[in-house]
């Protein structure tokens, strides 16, 4: 399939349209569809809806991007991921429907996924958009639930623009005809273009700062909207910036009906790898734990994202903090490197295995010299860590950069 169908980006939703056409549209016969679309955030904000709405007896399918491990995460069928001979049944119907036809990776297994969530039951669709919104794969299905937008910044330029309000333009794009929406925190200039959107199709919106709020209190998450106010547990998602998160989350819940519980839920059940998540098994753990050191991990690759890290490691106990880094060429490397060169006593860089996008460890140790950080290459993550904790044992190490690096940690130290 891979050899067939490459992996390129192509935003149009023409070939999606023809194919879904050929399968006698399945997106039009899933379970009610709750679509998210964002540069930050979504797929945090996604984890925590399904953990409210499984807590309060639901059954979700789930389709996010990309995978870390396995590509079968990328899809879950009322809870579960996907099996191998279900998702190639699934993926072969699709590609006899195709024929000879030009379809992208992201497009075909798209269908395959809305081919299996219209034929196996399920009480709710959680939907993530790949890459933008108003031209991503996921965005035909005409009439969702509801719609989520999380944090917009500045993130896959060369394909949505070089601006906020241009990349917003793009998000908005999952915006439906009378469909409502629930909005995070957002840029002013990313709002205004929400907002016009919105007006422009009739869009009742649900948003942070204007019809919910949500702070941490001693400890506690605090979230208040029309309703009333809830006093929850944390998010147990790791970092600041799942306040917010947890916030969207919750309004979407409040959105649907659903009680107290299934927002505590959210908070306490949601899992989401790779997003500042502390690794405690395996062997890499291992060669940290015996120097008497911590390791995690995130896969966040903007500079929005390294901001969010920065806040997060500001809220653990002190620790001298190391970073282990590989990066695409498609990604703002300065603008990632600059907020961490004010808590990370070194970086190792190393390139990422597999994927032809990555940048060499020798050019990422050039972008973190010149935002300031001690850099070396390193050949490969547990190179860079056994040199790491010969210097510095007791030390915090974090992997960074990247998702696809995020992946191979997970696939590597099991």
Not at 277 to 297: F, H, I, N, T, Y
Request: hydrophobic share 45%.
């Amino acid at each position: 399939m891979m050899t067939l169908h490459p992996k390129i980006i192509d935003l149009t939703l023409d070939r999606m349209h023809r194919l879904l056409a050929q399968l006698d549209h399945p997106e039009r016969r899933l379970p009610p569809v709750i679509h998210a679309a964002g540069t930050n955030g979504k797929g945090s904000t996604l984890a925590m809806i399904r953990a409210g709405l499984e807590g309060a007896g639901h059954s979700t399918h789930v389709y996010t991007s990309p995978h870390l491990a396995r590509f079968h995460e990328r899809i879950r069928l009322a809870g579960e991921v996907i099996d191998e001979d279900v998702l190639s049944d699934f993926l072969d119907e699709c590609l006899a429907a195709n024929g000879p036809d030009s379809i992208t990776y992201f497009e075909i297994t798209t269908c395959a996924a809305f081919l299996a969530f219209e034929r196996i039951k399920a009480d709710f669709t959680l939907l993530e958009t790949g890459l933008g919104g108003r031209l991503d794969a996921t965005n035909v299905v005409d009439q969702p639930r509801l719609t989520v937008i999380t944090r917009i910044d500045l993130d896959h330029e060369q394909y949505l623009g070089d601006t906020i309000a241009r990349i917003a333009f793009e998000k908005a794009g999952i915006l439906k005809r009378g469909v409502p929406c629930v909005v995070g925190p957002q840029h002013d200039d990313a709002m205004q273009v929400i907002e016009a959107q919105a007006a422009r199709l009739g869009v009742p919106l649900i948003a942070q700062g204007q019809h919910w709020h949500v702070w941490e209190e001693r400890g506690r998450l605090v979230y208040q909207d029309e309703t009333g106010l809830l006093d929850l547990p944390m998010p147990i998602l790791v970092g600041a910036h799942q306040v917010q998160n947890a916030g969207t989350a919750i309004a979407a819940l409040r959105h649907l009906g659903k009680d107290e519980a299934a927002c505590e839920a959210a908070l306490t059940n949601a899992v989401w790898p790779a997003r500042m998540q502390r690794l405690k098994a395996g062997p890499l753990v291992d060669l940290a734990e015996a120097a008497g050191s911590e390791l995690w991990l995130d896969g966040g690759h903007n500079p929005a994202a390294a901001a969010a890290v920065v806040e997060s490691l500001s809220r653990l106990p002190p620790r001298p903090t190391h970073m282990i880094c590989g990066m695409l060429n498609t990604k703002d490397t300065g603008g990632f490197m600059r907020p961490l060169a004010g808590v990370a006593e070194s970086l190792h860089a190393v390139s990422i295995p597999g994927i032809s996008a990555t940048l060499t460890a020798e050019e990422t140790v050039a972008h973190a010299r010149a935002a300031g950080l001690d850099a070396e290459p390193a050949e490969d993550v547990a190179s860079a860590l056994r040199a790491i904790l010969s210097k510095s044992p007791g030390a915090r190490v974090l992997i960074c950069g990247s998702l696809y690096l995020a992946g191979v940690v997970l696939q590597s130290n099991r």
